[in-house]
């Protein structure tokens, strides 16, 4: 049997995400909108929840699985994007330009610096693109890729479901509106 198969999501889906960051994004999506979300998980059932449009990308098709149990079990939808490791940032490319809301970028992808690369010009004008664990050592040059937009930046320990315990960052950009 699946390992994730014997995974039970709690009552109440809440991401592995500092609490002051996921009330920022729960204010941003406040009136519903649409997501592109790279790593699925509790965060995809916690969007799809606030009623918002969820894309999501992911790189196991065991982790893949038990998402879309837990979203059927709620009776709940997202579109989820399966892909190589590396490749995460492929699904974006087939979307038009300004077609998200927020983009959150998150989970286990080799490639997140792609990811936000890939996924910059897919938020719209006012919109944000959110950097989860904004202060690992490959996602330095992420400031640089968006100058020009406002960033936002949180500091906390998050609280792992795991029992861990961790200093982390998230990083908010907003996109300038369209001139």
Known sequence: MDRHQLIDLPRTATP????????????ILSTGG????????????????????????????????????????????????????????????????????????DG??????????????KVKPGGWLVLDDAQRPGLKCVPKLLAGW???VLFGVHHRKTGVSRPVQTDFYRRPEAT
Do not use: N
């Open 16 to 27: 592995e995400l500092l609490p002051v960051a996921q009330v920022a994004m729960e204010r």
């Open 34 to 105: 649409r997501v592109l979300e790279f790593g699925s998980g509790h965060s995809t059932i916690w969007l799809a929840e606030l009623g918002v449009d969820v894309h999501t990308v992911e790189t196991r098709s065991s982790w893949k699985g038990a998402v879309e149990g837990w979203l059927e079990a709620r009776g709940l939808s997202a579109t989820i994007h399966l892909c190589k490791p590396g490749e995460s940032h492929k699904p974006a490319h087939q979307y038009p330009d300004g077609s998200f809301d927020l983009v959150f970028v």
């Open 108 to 121: 286990h992808q080799p490639d997140r610096f792609a990811c936000a690369e890939a996924a910059k010009d």
């Open 150 to 152: 406002h960033r936002t």
